[in-house]
T-cell receptor
Framework: GAVVSQHPSRVICKSGTSVKIECRSL??????MFWYRQFPKKSLMLMAT?????????EQGVEKDKFLINHASLTLSTLTVTSAHPEDSSFYIC?????????????FGSGTRLTVV | AQKVTQAQTEISVVEKEDVTLDCVYE???????LFWYKQPPSGELVFLIR??????QNEISGRYSWNFQKSTSSFNFTITASQVVDSAVYFC????????????FGSGTQLTVLP
């Protein structure tokens, strides 16, 4: 079955530093990956859609310069939280779908809990 | 535009009780897919079921069953004989042909099964 690996699962960083989160599809090619943010006891909020080889599409209200997304290959997308602040603390989760066909569904990574101190 | 509504924010049941989680969706597209995911306290999203808009057949998988009714735009999820391990947040989600392959999630239902 389709597996998405997300790393790290937890990270604590100091305010002002940058943090990179990786999302890898292990056994399938994913032209599209999605990045979500989830606040405690809230639903998943789509941050951006990451397309291999092109710029990510950000949802309204998401700062492009704060949340840098790179999708350099068909199996890897990265989210970098730049100059992190305590308000960036959250649960970030990625998902990937097989090339071009939503019928295969979406596979989610296990999530990354970011704490900025 | 598409929308998913899970009106039940929190539900508590005692072990072995049956429980139904409600999901109502909105979309203008005739082709769409509905999903249920389970999110245990550890955080990962566990896929439970996918249903396409052309298949209204209800489905049963062990203690889980799903009732899809297009007439009421609902896709409800029932857990029979609930267990403590069923305690989690459950999300209903929708993707339609006009949504650029973006999943729209409901707000989730926190299910607590008490021993």
């Amino acid at each position: 079955g389709a597996v998405v690996s997300q790393h790290p699962s937890r990270v604590i960083c100091k305010s002002g530093t940058s943090v990179k989160i990786e999302c890898r599809s292990l056994d399938f090619q994913a032209t599209t990956m999605f990045w979500y943010r989830q606040f405690p006891k809230k639903s998943l909020m789509l941050m951006a859609t990451s397309n291999e080889g092109s710029k990510a599409t950000y949802e309204q209200g998401v700062e492009k310069d704060k949340f840098l997304i790179n999708h350099a290959s068909l199996t890897l997308s990265t989210l970098t939280v730049t100059s992190a602040h305590p308000e960036d603390s959250s649960f970030y989760i990625c998902s990937a779908t097989r090339t071009g066909n939503v019928v295969y569904g979406y596979t989610f990574g296990s999530g990354t809990r970011l704490t900025v101190v | 535009a598409q929308k998913v509504t899970q009106a039940q924010t929190e539900i508590s049941v005692v072990e072995k009780e049956d429980v139904t989680l409600d999901c109502v969706y909105e979309t203008r597209d005739t082709t769409y897919y509905l999903f249920w995911y389970k999110q245990p306290p550890s955080g990962e999203l566990v896929f439970l079921i996918r249903r396409n808009s052309f298949d209204e057949q209800n489905e049963i998988s062990g203690r889980y069953s799903w009732n899809f009714q297009k007439s009421t735009s609902s896709f409800n999820f029932t857990i029979t004989a609930s267990q403590v391990v069923d305690s989690a947040v459950y999300f209903c989600a929708l993707i339609s042909s006009g949504s650029a392959r973006q999943l729209t999630f409901g707000s989730g239902t926190q299910l607590t099964v008490l021993p």
